[in-house]
């Protein structure tokens, strides 16, 4: 990765990490809506590349690879920062799914179908897929899940710091065995999309080649999947937030 004077070569680091640009682009494209064009996140992407090419330091002590993902990821994020690209709309119809979830479970018991959704819902099933298929970019938490300001967009929901990351609400042991639990009652293709995209580090393509189904039926899969987690998180916080007034009424 060096030259012949002992700087780093910026047109090689570009030809060999420009695939890794990509793939954290097509990976983060799981998590915005439609309207977001990954050309895009790719561009912005470059421009974090050529970023951590220019400012790293081998005294950084840390692999090139490591510290570029790290200036890509965040380059990306901030191109988006300025476009509230998700639809008010949007989190209203899937919050109808989420209570369609709840009251299916509660009725019968167990993890209703896409089918039996859709009739709640009063939609033909393509209908209520072509909705979670433009869900995407529907999140397992939103910072205003844990209050009462909806005004926020969606860049502050998840750069806010980590004092108040939603992710460190998550990590209270009772909202975590509320979320295992959830994640095992997933449906099984749903609980497989879900492995493979947020362990395996794979994105909707290669996900829809492991299963033999197209990237949009994946992108469905894991709305899908997403609504059904947050409807039991939903239910376990107002559990919670339930509990301590029964406890001072006794």
């Given amino acids: 990765m060096y030259n012949a004077a002992g700087t780093l070569d910026k047109n090689q680091l570009i030809t060999r990490y420009a695939p890794l640009v990509k793939r954290i682009a097509y990976h983060l494209m799981a998590k915005l809506p439609a309207s977001v064009q990954v050309e895009d996140i790719i561009q912005n992407g470059m421009l974090g590349l050529l970023d951590a090419i220019t400012r790293y330091e081998e005294g950084l002590g840390a692999q090139f690879e490591t510290y570029a993902v790290q200036r890509i990821r965040g380059a990306m994020l901030d191109g988006l920062r300025e476009n509230d690209w998700l639809p008010r709309s949007l989190r209203r119809e899937m919050r109808r799914i989420e209570g369609a979830v709840h009251t299916l479970e509660q009725l019968h018991g167990r993890q209703p179908t896409e089918r039996e959704l859709a009739d709640v819902l009063g939609m033909e099933l393509p209908e209520y897929q072509k909705m979670l298929q433009e869900a995407r970019g529907y999140q397992l938490v939103y910072f205003e899940d844990f209050g009462d300001d909806e005004d926020d967009d969606f860049l502050e929901r998840h750069m806010v710091g980590d004092s108040a990351d939603p992710l460190s609400l998550l990590e209270d042991q009772n909202m975590r065995n509320i979320l295992i639990l959830a994640i095992d009652d ?65």
């Fill in 186 to 250: 997933l449906p099984d293709r749903e609980k497989m999309v879900m492995g493979l995209y947020y362990e395996e580090d794979m994105n909707l393509r290669e996900i829809g080649e492991v299963l033999g189904v197209s990237e949009s039926r994946v992108c469905q899969l894991h709305s899908q999947a997403i609504a059904r987690l947050r409807s039991r998180i939903s239910g376990g916080r107002e559990a919670a937030r339930r509990r301590p007034q029964r406890a001072s009424a006794a």
